[in-house]
């Protein structure tokens, strides 16, 4: 047993010792490249030598992007190569050490700062360019597949890189020389498809269907429609706070929620309307004879609606004709209308004393003229006259009564069908707007898509070859 552990401890010692001997090799290595190493001055041996500093940027993590405050968020990896001539050794002079690790702090290097504008150098001293691998320069911003994560709102669809030189600036002036990574992104739409436009357009929807209601109906078509407009005024107020407060551009979702604004105040704007002409009547507003042909036969008939209306022959037959089959007069006498304004016991007394006068009468009509009694029967006849020319007046007055109730009735019906008729125009031209005003502004959105060339005009891809 004591003599198989020895091998053992023979090992371990040999190992310590190795590791002894590597760490006392980085340790003289580091000793001797920092014994005279200014980490300030610029790994240059002559004033006029440019430190070529090659650049690669790898994105991580896209993590959220503020609209409102235009702040982009991303977790990204810098790197950075350059040649430090100061920084060389001989491998054979320290065991064959060919890699040395050294804190960033000790050693010097180029002054590039990741911000949303690019940081700019002079090319008398430091010569930006983009890093190359494989013999391929890397003009794109590279992604890492093991670590990066993929974010659920924006997609990328380009992340080119440019080396942007501007060669008319003097060689002595920085600010002439910048390398720019692009990050070209394009919204997943599904988030606001379901929680925005979905609802807006099925809220819409209700209000056109407020045409569906009777055209006397105005009230509760208002109601609707401003309970309607009040919830998209509460998905706009949503919208406009996340959206940067800018003029130079308006977003498509604010532009369709004001349109969808507009075509609901027309709708307020036609129930009001609609409602206007429904409730008139002969008493305040006389038909004429081209709104009567537009829109109780024309539009009727291109629009496939029933309408039925009394003929104005049957009106003017309707006439009653008591008097010598003449038509009787409009005007109703002094005496009509007391007798009108009469209560009611007292109208049946009078009417009760008449029908005793009439009856007496007729009974000496029909028994004929009596010996001796003819001058009797012609004073009754007298007196009888005066009841049967009020009973004529009566039945006149009646018929006119009724006559002009049926002409009242006739043009509230007119009326009222006008109305309909403008409702269901104003439904088809709101139901045209409103679908036709979708599609456009979904269509625009549609084709509002990243183009398969991050930089119009210019060739090139800016991606990874396939190879």
């Given at each position: 047993?004591?003599?198989?552990?020895?091998p053992?401890?023979?090992?371990?010692?040999?190992?310590?010792?190795?590791?002894?001997?590597?760490?006392?090799?980085?340790?003289?290595?580091?000793?001797?490249?920092?014994?005279?190493?200014?980490?300030?001055?610029?790994?240059?041996?002559?004033?006029?030598?440019?430190?070529?500093?090659?650049?690669?940027?790898?994105?991580?993590?896209?993590?959220?992007?503020?609209?409102?405050?235009?702040?982009?968020?991303?977790?990204?990896?810098?790197?950075?190569?350059?040649?430090?001539?100061?920084?060389?050794?001989?491998?054979?002079?320290?065991?064959?050490?060919?890699?040395?690790?050294?804190?960033?702090?000790?050693?010097?290097?180029?002054?590039?700062?990741?911000?949303?504008?690019s940081?700019?150098?002079?090319?008398?001293?430091?010569?930006?360019?983009?890093?190359?691998?494989?013999?391929?320069?890397?003009?794109?911003?590279?992604?890492?597949?093991?670590?990066?994560?993929?974010?659920?709102?924006?997609?990328?669809?380009?992340?080119?890189?440019?080396?942007?030189?501007?060669?008319?600036?003097?060689?002595?002036?920085?600010?002439?020389?910048?390398?720019?990574?692009?990050?070209?992104?394009?919204?997943?739409?599904?988030?606001?498809?379901?929680?925005?436009?979905?609802?807006?357009?099925?809220?819409?929807?209700?209000?056109?269907?407020?045409?569906?209601?009777?055209?006397k109906?105005?009230?509760?078509?208002?109601?609707?429609?401003?309970?309607v407009?009040?919830?998209?005024?509460?998905?706009?107020?949503?919208?406009?706070?996340?959206?940067p407060?800018?003029?130079?551009?308006?977003?498509?979702?604010?532009?369709?929620?004001?349109?969808?604004?507009?075509?609901?105040?027309?709708?307020?704007?036609?129930?009001?309307?609609v409602?206007?002409?429904?409730?008139?009547?002969?008493?305040?507003?006389?038909?004429?004879?081209?709104?009567r042909?537009?829109?109780?036969?024309?539009?009727?008939?291109?629009?496939?609606?029933?309408v039925r209306?009394?003929?104005?022959?049957?009106?003017?037959?309707a006439?009653?004709?008591?008097?010598?089959?003449?038509?009787?007069?409009?005007?109703?006498?002094?005496?009509?209308?007391?007798?009108?304004?009469?209560?009611?016991?007292?109208?049946?007394?009078?009417q009760?004393?008449?029908?005793?006068?009439?009856?007496?009468?007729?009974?000496?009509?029909?028994?004929?003229?009596?010996?001796?009694?003819?001058?009797?029967w012609?004073?009754?006849?007298?007196q009888?006259?005066?009841?049967?020319?009020?009973?004529?007046?009566?039945?006149?007055?009646?018929a006119?009564?009724?006559?002009?109730?049926?002409?009242?009735?006739?043009?509230?019906?007119?009326w009222?069908?006008?109305?309909?008729?403008?409702?269901?125009?104003?439904?088809?031209?709101?139901?045209?707007?409103?679908?036709?005003?979708?599609a456009?502004?979904f269509?625009?959105?549609?084709?509002?898509?990243?183009?398969?060339?991050?930089?119009?005009?210019?060739p090139?891809?800016?991606?990874?070859?396939?190879?």
């Amino acid at each position: 047993m004591h003599r198989g552990q020895r091998p053992l401890l023979l090992l371990s010692l040999l190992a310590v010792y190795l590791g002894a001997q590597g760490r006392s090799q980085e340790e003289r290595l580091l000793r001797d490249l920092m014994h005279s190493y200014v980490p300030h001055l610029r790994p240059a041996k002559h004033d006029s030598d440019v430190v070529n500093v090659s650049l690669k940027l790898t994105l991580t993590n896209l993590i959220s992007l503020n609209e409102r405050e235009e702040a982009l968020t991303t977790n990204v990896w810098i790197e950075m190569q350059w040649c430090d001539y100061r920084l060389r050794w001989d491998p054979r002079d320290y065991d064959g050490l060919w890699v040395l690790r050294v804190p960033s702090t000790m050693v010097w290097r180029p002054d590039v700062v990741l911000e949303n504008k690019s940081q700019t150098y002079g090319t008398n001293e430091i010569n930006l360019q983009l890093s190359q691998e494989d013999g391929q320069t890397i003009e794109w911003i590279f992604i890492d597949p093991e670590a990066f994560t993929e974010n659920g709102e924006w997609a990328i669809r380009h992340r080119p890189a440019k080396m942007l030189l501007d060669e008319a600036a003097p060689a002595e002036e920085a600010g002439h020389q910048k390398v720019v990574f692009y990050l070209l992104i394009q919204r997943k739409p599904l988030f606001y498809v379901i929680n925005i436009i979905a609802p807006c357009v099925l809220i819409s929807s209700v209000a056109i269907l407020i045409y569906f209601l009777p055209a006397k109906a105005g009230g509760q078509k208002c109601t609707v429609a401003i309970n309607v407009l009040l919830a998209q005024t509460v998905f706009l107020f949503l919208v406009a706070k996340k959206v940067p407060e800018t003029s130079q551009a308006v977003p498509l979702i604010s532009k369709y929620l004001t349109f969808l604004l507009v075509v609901t105040i027309l709708i307020v704007v036609n129930a009001v309307v609609v409602l206007n002409v429904s409730l008139r009547s002969p008493h305040t507003h006389s038909m004429a004879r081209g709104v009567r042909k537009v829109f109780l036969r024309l539009l009727p008939q291109l629009l496939r609606m029933h309408v039925r209306l009394l003929a104005p022959a049957a009106v003017q037959d309707a006439r009653p004709r008591l008097r010598n089959g003449s038509s009787m007069r409009w005007s109703i006498t002094a005496g009509e209308e007391v007798a009108l304004r009469l209560p009611r016991s007292e109208l049946l007394f009078r009417q009760h004393q008449s029908n005793g006068l009439v009856r007496a009468a007729l009974e000496k009509l029909e028994k004929g003229p009596e010996s001796g009694q003819s001058q009797e029967w012609c004073g009754s006849l007298r007196q009888a006259a005066p009841a049967i020319q009020a009973c004529v007046e009566a039945c006149n007055l009646i018929a006119c009564a009724r006559y002009q109730q049926r002409h009242f009735d006739s043009g509230n019906k007119e009326w009222f069908l006008v109305g309909r008729v403008l409702d269901r125009v104003c439904f088809l031209v709101m139901l045209s707007l409103f679908v036709c005003g979708t599609a456009g502004i979904f269509l625009m959105a549609h084709y509002n898509r990243m183009p398969a060339l991050p930089f119009p005009g210019d060739p090139r891809s800016y991606l990874p070859s396939s190879d």
